[in-house]
């Protein structure tokens, strides 16, 4: 009898799957070990912090590599803007276990009917959470998906440089 832990095994194994080199079919059920140490692939980036203007203090539109450049640059529009040291971001491709199984649990509720859907603990829920998350940033790492969100993740030494009268 296949039971629900089987299923979250073979799970994680195509989760590693993805990731690493295959020498040969893998059976289902199967936990597939890597013959040596591998790193996970990320298809996060690492950015450096970079000064940007801004004319309405939300959107910036352009960086510098220096504070002196940007307020030049700045003041070169002849209006009031922000200069601001900022670090871009990525876009999180971290998935709940809970939202999976809520997904799954929609896909099947006419099969449900009036019967019951499978519950889990919240362990195998956060293993769940976490074999999805490992199998969607290998798949983005394999694709070399650029991630760079709009949105700063942090910004600091921010800079009022007033209107320009000319």
């Given amino acids: 009898m296949t039971t629900r832990r089987d299923l979250f095994k073979v799970g994680a194994a195509a989760a590693a799957a993805v990731a690493l080199p295959s020498s040969g079919p893998v059976v289902a059920g199967e936990l597939v070990e890597p013959a040596v140490a591998v790193a996970p692939a990320t298809p996060y980036a690492t950015y450096p912090w970079r000064w940007w203007i801004s004319l309405d203090g939300e959107s910036f539109i352009e960086e510098f590599d220096t504070e002196a450049e940007a307020i030049k640059a700045a003041k070169g529009y002849g209006e009031k803007a922000i200069v601001a040291e900022c670090q871009q971001q ?77």
């Avoid at 799954?104 to 293993?127: A, M, R, V």
Wanted: glycine residues 6%.
């Fill in 90 to 166: 990525d876009f999180s491709l971290h998935v709940y276990g809970s939202d999976v199984i809520e997904m799954l649990y929609q896909n099947n509720e006419e099969d449900i009917g009036d019967g019951e859907f499978f519950d889990c603990t919240k362990e195998q829920s956060d293993e769940l959470g976490q074999v999805v998350t490992a199998a969607i940033e290998a798949w983005a790492a394999k694709h070399k998906l650029n991630l760079t969100a709009w949105t700063f993740g942090q910004t600091r030494n921010r800079t009022e440089i007033p209107e320009e009268v000319a």
